[in-house]
């Protein structure tokens, strides 16, 4: 296999989770609807919060990576749902798939063979694809984890346990 080839797979792998923990889906899987505005002991979020921050974070990527026009929400309120802000169960399921499809584009720029992974993003100089895909998976796994353990914290455990 050619190194391009490996390296799209790599990163693959990488944004869809699931190697070293728990991926995604795993994660929000059966999730209680009746949990899904329950705040950690001590902590500053929601459940549905953290789900929102993650599609905030991962759309704003996404979008600097794709739309030289698009600017970013001021940090951090415009990576938050406000504080006393609840969700619906379909708002949850709307927040889900909104970080699936995300997901989806930035696995699409990764598969496409006109990506340019090392140049400079034409409106954005110091950065790279590759790096603003590091990002993504990065911030993911990251939230994914933190998930995972407030189920834990909360008894709302995960179905798949790993």
Same mark, same amino acid.
């Given at each position: 296999m050619n190194p391009d080839e490996v390296l799209k797979e790599e990163l693959i792998a990488y944004l869809g989770g699931g190697n070293a923990h728990m991926n995604f889906d795993d994660a929000v899987s059966e999730f209680p609807m009746d949990g899904i505005n329950e705040r950690v002991p001590h902590g500053s979020y929601t459940v549905w919060q953290l789900l929102a921050h993650?599609?905030?974070?991962?759309?704003?990527?996404?979008?600097?990576?794709?739309?030289?026009? /698009?600017?970013?929400?001021?940090? !951090?309120?415009? /990576?938050?749902?406000? !504080?006393?802000?609840?969700? =619906?169960?379909?708002?949850?399921?709307? =927040?889900v798939e909104g970080i699936r499809n995300d997901l989806a584009a930035l696995i699409d720029i990764v598969k496409d063979p006109k990506t340019d992974f090392f140049g400079p993003i034409p409106h954005a100089r110091g950065y790279t694809i590759f790096r603003e895909i590091l990002l993504a998976g990065d911030h993911n796994a990251y939230h994914v984890g933190e998930l995972v353990s407030i189920r834990r914290i909360l008894n709302l455990n995960p179905v798949k346990e790993y």
């Open positions: 993650m599609r905030i974070a991962q759309r704003d990527i996404l979008e600097f990576i794709r739309n030289p026009e /698009y600017v970013s929400p001021d940090f !951090p309120e415009g /990576y938050w749902p406000r !504080p006393d802000e609840k969700a =619906t169960p379909e708002e949850w399921e709307k =927040t």
